[in-house]
């Protein structure tokens, strides 16, 4: 049977119920024309404020982590766009606020395959992939980002931003065991990350 569709828009962290992602949090870009949504790559750009990866790039991205919780400048409670019930549950663009963002580089993720291309195959495990969006960068409604996970460009290990690490073990609605083919979940891991051992120092030029 076919996998389960939009099961895992944006990046999950794969964590035990008892052991919550850790967070940092940063100043987000107003400069940048997206708007912000928990499960989004982010990367501290030469601002020294994080905003959104541009979707698609393999060629060298950088990421710091992946955005999962908002606050004021005060640090004291949700940005007053989102405060409401009558807001959205996503950052508006143009709204000074913290992200806080997942920032550990050895975190993995949990990420859906996208259906464009050729469906990865079992020995893809290991290699190097981009991400993508499925109509628009979020869900306005959920709050939730809709990056998933791009056939494109697959096994340029040293430059796309992420690793494929492992099928993740879940049974879809109709019994089966989540497995290769369209919307597959992966455990991902981001490879290229800010804060990793490889020396990466010089910030994300803005992008947005």
């Given at each position: ?27 987000v870009e ?26 698609g790039?393999?060629?060298?991205t ?5 955005i ?37 580089p ?37 709050g ?6 791009s ?21 879809n ?36």
């Amino acid at each position: 049977m076919a996998n389960d569709q939009g099961k895992n828009y944006g990046a999950f962290p794969l964590t035990q119920p008892d052991s919550p992602p850790k967070l940092l949090y940063y100043r987000v870009e107003t400069a940048s024309t997206i708007q912000y949504f928990r499960g989004q790559f982010a990367v501290i750009n030469s601002n020294g404020r994080v905003e959104t990866v541009v979707a698609g790039n393999s060629t060298g991205t950088l990421s710091c982590g992946v955005i999962w919780d908002f606050l004021d400048l005060t640090l004291a409670g949700p940005p007053s766009a989102m405060n409401s019930l009558t807001q959205g549950a996503f950052l508006p663009v143009s709204t000074d606020a913290f992200a806080g963002v997942i920032y550990d580089p050895q975190q993995l993720y949990i990420m859906e395959e996208s259906s464009a291309g050729t469906a990865f195959a079992l020995n893809s495990l290991g290699t190097g992939v981009s991400f993508t969006y499925i109509a628009t960068t979020g869900n306005t409604t959920t709050g939730f980002a809709n990056s998933v996970i791009s056939t494109s460009a697959a096994g340029v290990t040293t430059q796309n931003m992420l690793q494929l690490v492992a099928i993740h073990n879940v049974i879809n609605n109709d019994g089966t065991i989540n497995d290769v083919g369209d919307f597959c979940k992966w455990v991902v891991r981001i490879q290229r990350h800010q804060f990793a051992n490889a020396g990466i120092a010089t910030p994300q030029a803005l992008t947005g």
